[in-house]
């Protein structure tokens, strides 16, 4: 299986800050990278797929790049609703894998 | 908006079958693949399997021995089946549908809600 690994795990910001959050797969997995957040008790929602397309819905302040084995989530500016846990996963081989998450507080 | 809800048993006992249902409602269960996944403490996310429509699955090789899961178009359902379950397999479990994108699998766009599955005698 492709392991993905997230760093930091944890992460202290504030609202209005930017924020950049790594994942690193262990093999060339090309652009087929995909990030979820996840608040407490909910599912997680779909944030960006292929590594850089943002689903309808989500706001313009998330982006996301990379190929190959580095991959990166940025939010440009945070708000009060991103403080979450997020997670990356690929989709390049069966079984697809997901990081062990990153947590964002206040 | 789809919208997809687990249901079943929370709490089975060790070596007996693991049961749940989605339901899919708002949209129609053809031309999409229906997904079971897992999260716990110890493992995280996990892919356990999908459905096609067509009633084509493909499951996770870790799980592939235990686990079935099957179509119900008629009713707009799918479901899981996990044998032989221990401890290891207390999980929330979550149904997703994968966003069909072009040429591009296994981004999930649709939850459910997550159910709790806790194996315990």
């Known amino acids: 299986d492709f392991q993905m690994t997230q760093s930091p795990s944890s992460l202290s910001a504030s609202v209005g800050d930017r924020v950049t959050i790594t994942c690193r797969a262990s093999?060339?997995?090309?652009?087929?990278l995909n990030w979820y957040q996840q608040k407490p008790g909910k599912a997680p929602k779909l944030l960006i797929y292929a590594a850089s397309s943002l689903p309808s819905g989500v706001p313009s302040r998330f982006s996301g790049s990379g190929s190959g084995t580095l991959f990166t989530l940025t939010i440009s500016s945070l708000q009060l609703e991103d403080f979450a846990t997020y997670f990356c996963q690929q989709s390049y081989s069966v079984p697809p894998t997901f990081g062990g998450g990153t947590k964002m507080e206040i | 908006q789809v919208q997809l809800q687990e249901s079943g048993p929370g709490l089975v006992k060790p070596s007996e079958t693991l049961s749940l249902t989605c339901t899919v409602s708002g949209g129609s269960i053809s031309f999409y693949s229906w997904n079971w996944l897992r999260q716990s403490p110890g493992k995280g996310l996990e892919w356990i399997g999908y459905t096609y429509y067509t009633g084509n699955t493909n499951y996770n090789p870790s799980l592939k021995s235990r686990v079935t899961i099957s179509v119900d178009t008629s009713e707009n359902q799918f479901s899981l089946r996990l044998t032989s379950v221990t401890t290891a397999d207390t999980a929330v479990y979550f149904c997703?549908?994968?966003?069909?994108?072009?040429?591009?699998?296994?981004?999930?766009?649709?939850w459910g809600q997550g159910t709790v599955v806790t194996v315990s005698s």
């Open positions: 997703a549908r994968d966003a069909g994108y072009s040429d591009y699998d296994y981004a999930f766009d649709f």
């Open positions: 093999r060339n997995i090309d652009t087929y």
